[in-house]
T-cell receptor, first 111, second 116 residues
Framework: QKEVEQDPGPLSVPEGAIVSLNCTYS??????FMWYRQYSRKGPELLMY????GNKEDGRFTAQVDKSSKYISLFIRDSQPSDSATYLC???????????FGPGTRLSVLP | EAQVTQNPRYLITVTGKKLTVTCSQN?????MSWYRQDPGLGLRQIYY???????DKGDVPEGYKVSRKEKRNFPLILESPSPNQTSLYFC???????????????FGPGTRLTVL
């Protein structure tokens, strides 16, 4: 079993839809949870991060962490064609600890 | 502009021909690392460095070498490349983690390597 699992997609949605992206993980020691966005032919860029369980909102993006279920989510409201990218979840056990990445979900938002 | 640069961006080579991929950051970051990205496997860490002259293996170090002689540079060396090292490579850097915050990791634009 991989340490971090993520549906690779591709996921296609119409513009304006609410998008839900998810990751599951097996290591209960993970405490820091990140979402990265990667456009084609670019390096990943940090979108959001959360520490431990709970929700975090930033504009149209909301990150949720449920440590009891070992499940994290990223919600995108009012999705735009510019949101079309691959979304990677990542997590780490603590400060200075290395990141473990999910394989990424490719999202296409159709105008 | 704060950035991580990698060179070359694209490289096609043959089995056994030594190559180096350079990585440089201008943010005075202590921590640098190399990842490879393969379909279905995501980003996997090859090597990382906590500071000058301090390097350590990541999850997939076999067939790779690194050095950290200067803070800004972290080259990735493939002494004898093989076809299974065909991949997309990313260099990344971040400041040393301290206090109760989280320091963002910045990625370079990637190097697509093909080994024939």
């Amino acid at each position: 079993q991989k340490e971090v699992e993520q549906d690779p997609g591709p996921l296609s949605v119409p513009e304006g839809a609410i998008v839900s992206l998810n990751c599951t993980y097996s290591n209960s020691a993970f405490q820091y949870f990140m979402w990265y966005r990667q456009y084609s032919r670019k390096g990943p860029e940090l979108l959001m991060y959360t520490y431990s369980s709970g929700n975090k909102e930033d504009g149209r993006f909301t990150a949720q962490v449920d440590k009891s279920s070992k499940y994290i989510s990223l919600f995108i409201r009012d999705s735009q064609p510019s949101d079309s990218a691959t979304y990677l979840c990542a997590m780490s056990r603590g400060y200075g600890q290395n990141f473990v990445f999910g394989p990424g979900t490719r999202l296409s938002v159709l105008p | 502009e704060a950035q991580v640069t990698q060179n070359p961006r694209y490289l096609i080579t043959v089995t056994g021909k030594k190559l180096t991929v350079t990585c440089s950051q201008n943010m005075n970051h202590e921590y640098m690392s190399w990842y490879r990205q393969d379909p279905g496997l995501g980003l996997r860490q090859i090597y990382y460095s906590m500071n000058v002259e301090v390097t350590d293996k990541g999850d997939v170090p076999e067939g790779y070498k690194v050095s950290r002689k200067e803070k800004r540079n972290f080259p990735l060396i493939l002494e004898s490349p093989s076809p299974n090292q065909t991949s997309l490579y990313f260099c990344a850097s971040r400041a040393r983690v301290s206090g109760s915050g989280y320091n963002e990791q910045f990625f370079g634009p990637g190097t697509r390597l093909t080994v024939l």
